[in-house]
């Protein structure tokens, strides 16, 4: 009687599972790790080195650094300047 399950003893619907469960975790890491390098350091609670450090940890790193790591962005903090909007040409 042929098995149901993989060389590694899974069903193919858990290898999917792993496979989607592994695909959101390095989505997150990548997300994190990235906006972590962009983002100044005065942006980000705590050391640069330990952030780096904690989304490497499965799905609660990535998801702890975006939730609790970056500091929130103050809307009266002036941002960049709008770009001038140019005057109607004369017909």
Do not use: C
Not at 12 to 24: P, Q, Y
Not at 32 to 52: H, Y
Not at 54 to 74: K, Q
């Amino acid at each position: 009687m042929p098995s149901r399950h993989g060389p590694a003893g899974h069903t193919k619907h858990e290898h999917l599972m792993l496979a989607f469960a592994t695909g959101v975790q390095l989505t997150l890491a990548a997300l994190a790790w990235t906006d972590l390098a962009i983002r100044p350091a005065a942006e980000i609670r705590g050391p640069k080195r330990r952030w780096a450090w904690i989304i490497a940890i499965n799905f609660a790193g990535p998801l702890a650094y975006l939730v609790y790591g970056r500091r929130p962005i103050d809307p009266a903090a002036p941002g960049p300047a709008a770009p001038p909007i140019p005057a109607p040409r004369p017909q």
